[in-house]
């Protein structure tokens, strides 16, 4: 596990952001092939084999070779798995990086996000030297864009066609928070 450098493992009062490991592929598979949890994941197609999830560890690995990352998020009372959260784009020069996170949809409601995203957050500013963060939200995703909004996130407006998908062009909301805005 990654202990230390910019994507070390963190911890919440609840939760556990830890390194993904091919152990995860099943988590990871159904959780990317599930139509509730990618309703609004317009970047990728939904999940049809086992072999997506291992894609998607592999291109998460030696995060900090790769200056991305992705932790799963662990429920510490049970240490089952629940979401992923990390960091992607990360310009080292101008000190921005787009973060992006997902949960399983038994677990929505319960502040788990909210939870992970305020730690994710300060390990940014804290470990990756972040002055800028990024996240992009579908118009329609009304829940996420609460959650940004609720963390200090300001919405800058709207990113006109940032994803084909199906050959049909999605906007998504261009959220930001930047370190002297987080408390």
């Known amino acids: 596990m990654n202990k230390s450098g910019n994507f ?6 609840r939760l556990r952001l830890r390194e993904l490991n091919f152990e995860d592929s099943p988590f990871i598979f159904k959780l990317f092939s599930d139509k509730k949890v990618c309703k609004y994941l317009y970047d990728d197609e939904i999940y049809t084999n086992i072999e997506d999830a291992i894609d998607f560890i592999k291109w998460h690995s030696n995060s900090e070779k790769r200056v991305r990352n992705r932790w799963g998020i662990e429920r510490k009372a049970d240490n089952a798995l629940v979401g992923t959260c990390g960091f992607d784009s990360w310009d080292r020069y101008n000190n921005i990086a787009e973060i992006g996170y997902d949960l399983w949809h038994e677990y929505w409601g319960y502040g788990y996000m909210k939870e992970t995203l305020a730690s994710a957050i300060e390990s940014g500013f804290n470990n990756m030297n972040l002055n800028r963060i990024n996240a992009f939200v579908a118009l329609e995703n009304e829940r996420s864009a609460r959650l940004l909004e609720n963390l ?32």
Do not use: A, M, Q
């Open 8 to 13: 070390p493992e963190l911890e919440t009062e």
């Open 152 to 183: 200090g996130f300001t919405n800058e407006g709207v990113f006109r066609d940032k994803h084909l998908f199906r050959g049909r062009y999605y906007d998504h909301y261009s959220y930001s928070l930047l370190k002297r805005e987080w408390s």
